[in-house]
């Protein structure tokens, strides 16, 4: 079982930065790919980024330039920093891990991005 936790959500105006940050917890294998999606209402879950074990970086095309996934270094921990916010980036953020068939996620972390 691995355990993810999200932080860093919060409400911000259009224009600004927010970092979310997810640790993972338990059997971790080194050799996973962590990602971030969201989810808004009433829209299905889509990703965001996601960096896979050799840190080979894939973006959603609405994200590109603005949002930056990487990996932190002191454990198994994935930042997105999001810069230049829009009110369409708002939503449900989820955590997610894969290694070899087994994949899980995170409870989510809100993002509120106003006018």
């Known amino acids: 079982q691995v355990q993810l936790v999200e932080s860093g959500g919060g409400l911000v105006q259009a224009g600004g930065s927010l970092r979310l940050s997810c640790g993972a917890s338990?059997?971790?294998?080194?050799?996973?790919?962590m990602g971030w999606y969201r989810q808004a209402p009433g829209k299905q879950r889509e990703v965001v980024a996601v960096?896979?074990?050799?840190?080979?970086?894939t973006y959603a095309q609405s994200v590109r330039g603005r949002f930056i996934i990487s990996r932190g270094y002191a454990g198994p921990t994935v930042y997105l920093d999001m810069n230049d916010l829009r009110p369409d980036d708002s939503g449900i953020y989820f955590c997610n891990y894969i290694a070899g068939t087994e994949g899980y996620w995170g409870q989510g972390t809100q993002v509120t991005v106003s006018y």
């Open positions: 960096i896979d074990p050799d840190d080979k970086i």
């Open positions: 338990g059997n971790i294998f080194s050799a996973n790919t």
